[in-house]
């Protein structure tokens, strides 16, 4: 591993010019270091197709990561550029996990209900880290809607309790934090910014992206670009 991290730190990335120049739309260059989980695909999910679709700067970034990383690592994408129509019944799903939590002991719920399409762009993927070919563990599962899933929620100290609480011991709990600080500057090093609710959410040219570094410029909604690439994708697929 050639990267040694210790702390949070988000990205400065603001070379507009580089996200212009490689503002394609392009499907995701999977190699033996990218993997292309699709889990949305997999979950047979409506809006969903085979190929995951990403900006051609998307692409470019996770190549430089990969020469960061070293051999005995690898990105796990499990989604980029997401349809309005899979966003819409993701939507729909949350609503009935909330509904169904009121009348629950469970773990609170993060409402992401009134959250519009944060995959439109092309400029945002989700991802986690693997390491010789083993799942770093990130204390939940992708799309998780605890309040685990905050990025930095692990950056609180250990107490005796959280293990009843949380079913996760101190050795554990300590190696969370570990693995998501690492994905965390990892993604930041090379330019993203992470959405603080979901560890896994990184965006790159989107407008949570121009928001949060003070820059006018953003890529616009590709979805009716996916929606044409799908069609593409499935024509050339047929027998």
């Known amino acids: 591993m050639s990267t040694n991290f210790l702390r949070y730190e988000q990205g400065m990335f603001k070379k507009v010019d580089f996200l212009r120049k490689n503002a394609t739309l392009v499907p995701l260059k999977i190699s033996s270091q990218i993997l292309g989980l699709n889990m949305l695909y997999r979950a047979d999910i409506p809006g969903t197709a085979p190929t995951i679709y990403i900006r051609e700067s998307i ?8 020469k960061i990383l070293g051999p005995c690592y690898q990105i796990a994408i499990y989604d ?5 129509r899979t966003q819409d019944l993701l939507t729909k799903e949350y609503q009935r996990k909330i509904a169904e939590y009121q009348d629950s002991d469970d773990l609170e719920l993060v409402d992401r209900t009134q959250e519009l399409n944060p995959n439109a762009s092309g400029g945002a993927i989700d991802l986690s880290l693997y390491y010789k070919n083993e799942p770093l563990d990130m204390g939940t599962e992708y799309d998780d809607l605890s309040l685990l899933a905050q990025a930095d929620f692990f950056e609180k100290e250990f107490k005796a309790e959280f293990t009843e609480e949380f079913g996760i011991s101190q050795t554990r709990w300590e190696t969370i934090r570990r693995n998501r ?3 965390f500057n990892s993604m930041t090093k090379i330019g993203f910014i992470n959405d603080s609710t979901k560890w896994w959410h990184f965006d790159l040219g989107s407008t949570n992206w121009a928001n949060q570094l003070g820059i006018t410029w953003h890529y616009d909604s590709a979805a009716s670009q996916l929606e044409a690439a799908h069609t593409d994708e499935a024509q050339r697929n047929r027998p």
């Open 80 to 84: 980029g550029l997401r349809s309005d």
């Open 59 to 66: 692409n470019k970034k996770l190549e430089e990561l990969v």
């Open 181 to 183: 600080m690492f994905l």
